[in-house]
């Protein structure tokens, strides 16, 4: 079964607009972990932000913020002012339990900042 | 702080050849995973080390790939024989410490291998 689903193979944002690229996810775990990762073309994945499942607020990094909605099993990123840089892939990935050590990607979405 | 460091970046073979990837974690970084990402996919993970010690390598081919973590620090990938499908490329990445979810990962650049 899909652990991670990014619905959204492309997105387009016009510069210095706001994008939300989703993320729902599935597990019976009531401990997990939410990671958003960055892939620019050179390929290195970049860690944006962390949402626990315990967390009671939704995490904020700068201009990067998760929209955690537990009961519907979704984790959006919400990109502010985008920049142009923002081009890249972007991907969410969950971390089920305390030892569990595999990290589950999604397809990724390609996001597009347009000047 | 230096990254996690890769070599080689790319790679191009034929298909039954065999090749060798090799990192290098994070300074005092204890788990090690390498992952394969197809184009188009996410990456899957294909074994993690925890110091010099393998802790999941479920979802790696042993029939073709094997892996090792000499005395828990650099790590070597390799793959023999290869095959078409084994195109990707290929992330290392480390971790402080695997026991709690929240870790984050940090990865290499990753080495781009085609096989022709």
Redesign the interface.
């Known amino acids: 079964a899909q652990k991670?689903t990014q619905t959204q193979p492309g997105m387009f944002v016009q510069e210095k607009e706001a994008v939300t690229l989703d993320c729902t996810y599935d597990t019976s775990d009531q401990?997990?972990?939410l990671?958003w990762?960055k892939q620019p073309s050179?390929?290195?994945?970049?860690?944006l932000i962390?949402q626990?499942s315990y967390d009671e607020q939704n995490a904020t990094e700068g201009r990067y913020s998760l929209n955690f909605q537990k009961a519907r099993k979704s984790a959006n990123l919400v990109i502010s002012a985008s920049q142009l840089g923002d081009s890249a892939m972007y991907?969410c990935?969950m971390?089920?339990?305390?030892?569990?050590?595999?990290?589950r990607?999604?397809?990724?979405t390609r996001l597009t900042v347009k000047p | 702080e230096a990254g996690v460091a890769q070599s080689p970046r790319y790679k191009i073979i034929e298909k039954r050849q065999s090749v060798a990837f090799w990192c290098n974690p994070i300074s005092g970084h204890a788990?090690l995973?390498w992952y394969q990402q197809i184009l188009?996919?996410?990456?899957?993970?294909l074994i993690?080390f925890q110091n010099n010690g393998v802790?999941?390598d479920s979802q790696l081919p042993k029939d073709r790939f094997s892996a090792e973590r000499l005395k828990g620090v650099d790590s070597t990938l390799k793959i023999q024989p290869a095959k078409l499908e084994d195109s990707a490329?290929y992330?290392c990445?480390s971790s402080p410490d695997?026991?709690?979810?929240?870790n984050?990962?940090?990865?290499?650049?990753?080495t781009?291998l085609t096989v022709l």
């Open positions: 991670i401990s997990y972990g990671f990762y050179s390929g290195e994945m970049i860690f962390y626990g991907f990935a971390r089920e339990g305390y030892n569990n050590n595999d990290m990607f999604g397809a990724g | 788990t995973y188009g996919q996410g990456p899957k993970l993690q802790v999941d490329v992330l990445a695997s026991s709690f979810s929240y984050e990962q940090f990865f290499g650049p990753g781009r």
